[in-house]
């Protein structure tokens, strides 16, 4: 069984910085990419951003990009989202995957975690 589990969420003033980790079970998901999207309630689902399996490549949508760092730690298995700035519209539940490919796209990922809330108050 593969678990990716989610951390670090919580509620923050806007302006602030949170970072989110992404604790995933099984070694082999060293060699997957790691992304993040972000469900906010009444909303599709939004790609925050990704990582290569080695770490050097790394993907953001427009809406986050200056304010957002993924990065990873394969010695610990782990993904990170480092969100600078919040704004009330990051308020979202985040979620890591793993999947084959540096993509945006949700079809590209295999395996998700349940996610963590993030409350950004204005």
């Known amino acids: 069984q593969v678990q990716l589990t989610e951390s670090g969420g919580g509620l923050v003033q806007a302006g602030d910085s949170l970072s989110l980790s992404c604790a995933v079970s099984e070694r082999f998901l060293n060699a997957y990419a790691m992304a993040w999207f972000r469900q906010a309630p009444g909303k599709e689902r939004e790609f925050v951003g990704v990582v290569s399996r080695g770490g050097g490549t790394t993907e953001y949508h427009d809406s986050v990009k200056g304010r957002v760092t993924i990065s990873r730690d394969n010695t610990k298995t782990t993904a990170f989202l480092q969100i600078n700035s919040q704004k009330p519209e990051d308020t979202a539940v985040y979620c890591c995957?793993?999947?084959?490919?540096?993509?945006?796209?949700?079809?590209?990922?295999?395996?998700w975690g349940r996610g963590t809330q993030v409350t950004v108050s204005s």
């Open positions: 995957a793993g999947g084959g490919a540096v993509s945006s796209a949700v079809r590209h990922y295999t395996y």
